[in-house]
């Protein structure tokens, strides 16, 4: 059975802290993505991998930064949280993408992030 | 560039009757266009998917989908609701920047009543 699993599902931040988001995925997916996800919004993606060590802004980059040091592994890192920064964080994985094959993303059950 | 538009935000049906969650695209190229769907306090789930075969989709649950390319929608159908279908639902294109990325729309959220 398919899994991607993050670190926390309620978190609880201060303003200006350093804050941590970890996600991993076991399927061996080359693709992991950072989404945010806001009522009325939908989802909007931050930050995508498509290997180690490579990455990709998303559509809303602006105060996060993302690493992957191993394949199932995707952080995302917040340098200084901020209360718009308050919202619930999905991460996804997936095999590559392309016109003939279309792989969908499978989700971890998100965190809850609240920042004072 | 791609978009997708959920016509409604809100839609709430009796347990037995039909249920339409209508959507609509805009896409520079063939896109492949995903319903997926969101139980409280649950990660999204895949619930049928488009990729230029079948214009009719059939996915989980008894749900299934439309591609109409004349009218640039995607609306989600299902027979007879049930209580369990109570959750958002996302209807999702694939992005401008090729078909690892993903645009979702706003969600429709699908109320089931006795």
């Known amino acids: 059975d398919v899994k991607v699993t993050q670190s926390s599902r309620y978190l609880v931040k201060r303003t200006g802290e350093k804050v941590f988001l970890e996600c991993v995925q076991d399927?061996?997916?080359?693709?992991m993505f950072w989404y945010r996800q806001d009522p009325g919004l939908g989802l909007r993606l931050i930050y995508f991998?498509?290997?180690?060590?490579?990455?990709e802004k998303g559509d809303i980059p602006e105060g996060y930064s993302v690493s992957r040091e191993k394949k199932e592994r995707f952080s995302l890192i917040l340098e200084s949280a901020s209360t718009n920064q308050t919202s619930m964080y999905l991460c996804a994985s997936s095999r590559p993408s392309g016109r003939v094959v279309v792989n969908e993303q499978f989700f971890g059950p998100g965190t809850r992030l609240t920042v004072l | 560039a791609q978009s997708v538009t959920q016509l409604d935000s809100h839609v709430s049906v009796s347990e037995g009757t039909p249920v339409l969650l209508r959507c609509n695209y805009s896409?520079?190229?063939?896109?492949?266009l995903f319903w997926y769907v969101q139980h409280p306090n649950k990660g999204l789930q895949l619930l049928l998917k488009y990729t230029s075969a079948a214009t009719l989709v059939k996915g989980i649950n008894g749900f299934e989908a439309e591609f109409k390319k004349s009218e640039t929608s995607f609306h989600l159908t299902k027979p007879s609701a049930h209580m369990s279908d109570a959750a958002e639902y996302f209807c999702v294109v694939t992005g401008s920047g090729g078909y690892n990325k993903l645009i979702f729309g706003a969600g429709t959220r699908l109320a089931v009543h006795p």
């Open positions: 991998s498509y290997d180690v060590k490579m990455k």
């Open positions: 399927m061996d997916h080359e693709n």
């Open positions: 896409s520079s190229y063939s896109p492949s």
